[in-house]
């Protein structure tokens, strides 16, 4: 995270610690995965650079949503289109600065980052695992109602939302209430 981060200031990149890092320096649990920044999508090729002059080897995966790049064995994810929608102006007003790692970092908030975690469960990865540990941990801090609102398309993140709820994580939100009123 640090290379990587000291590397994208270096050239001017403008980017966001995002994924389970972001959720660790929100307070969650630790994670030992990859790191993710997000960044948008016109600044892709010019961060995928950044960390090539920096001696990462990087590459284009088929994905076309995210640009990897290695550092030895840890990975590195610039993420530009997750499942959650385009990384926009908007992700990195609601970002903080925080002390991660002794580095002064932009951290995508803990709502986009529920939304981004929700969106991308699948039929083929409905695991509500890693994002149910998030919402135990973090739940105080989360806005639940604009994740609602975001993930509202996905009936993995319907039943999320029922799930928490139904495990007393969360209180039925007011959003749910007036649909079923």
Same mark, same amino acid.
């Given at each position: 995270?640090?290379?990587?981060?000291?590397?994208?200031?270096?050239?001017?990149?403008?980017?966001?610690?995002?994924?389970?890092?972001?959720?660790?320096?929100?307070?969650?649990?630790?994670?030992?995965?990859? *790191? @993710?920044?997000?960044? &948008?999508?016109?600044?892709? %090729?010019? $961060?995928? /650079?950044?960390?090539?002059? !920096?001696?990462?080897?990087?590459?284009?995966?088929?994905?076309?949503?995210?640009?990897?790049?290695?550092?030895?064995?840890?990975? *590195? @994810?610039?993420?530009? &289109?997750?499942?959650?929608? %385009?990384? $926009?102006? /908007?992700?990195?007003?609601? !970002?903080?600065?925080?002390?991660?790692?002794?580095?002064?970092?932009?951290?995508?908030?803990?709502?986009?980052?529920?939304?981004?975690?929700?969106?991308?469960?699948?039929?083929?990865?409905? %695991?509500?695992?890693?994002?149910?540990?998030?919402?135990?941990?973090?739940?105080?801090?989360?806005?639940?109602?604009?994740?609602?609102?975001?993930?509202?398309?996905?009936?993995?993140?319907?039943?999320?939302?029922?799930?928490?709820?139904?495990?007393?994580?969360?209180?039925?939100?007011?959003?749910?209430?007036?649909?079923?009123?």
């Amino acid at each position: 995270m640090k290379r990587a981060s000291a590397a994208l200031r270096g050239a001017d990149v403008e980017f966001m610690l995002g994924g389970g890092l972001a959720v660790w320096a929100l307070g969650g649990p630790p994670t030992d995965h990859d *790191v @993710d920044f997000f960044v &948008r999508e016109e600044d892709a %090729d010019s $961060a995928l /650079e950044a960390l090539a002059d !920096a001696g990462f080897g990087v590459e284009r995966p088929p994905e076309e949503w995210l640009y990897k790049a290695h550092d030895g064995p840890v990975l *590195v @994810d610039l993420v530009f &289109r997750p499942a959650g929608g %385009d990384i $926009a102006d /908007e992700h990195f007003e609601r !970002a903080s600065w925080m002390e991660v790692l002794a580095q002064n970092v932009l951290v995508a908030s803990i709502d986009d980052v529920m939304v981004t975690k929700l969106m991308a469960l699948t039929e083929q990865e409905p %695991d509500f695992q890693a994002v149910l540990a998030v919402a135990r941990a973090l739940r105080e801090q989360i806005d639940w109602t604009f994740v609602e609102q975001r993930t509202s398309a996905s009936p993995f993140a319907r039943a999320f939302l029922t799930l928490v709820e139904g495990l007393g994580i969360v209180e039925r939100s007011s959003t749910l209430a007036a649909a079923d009123a």
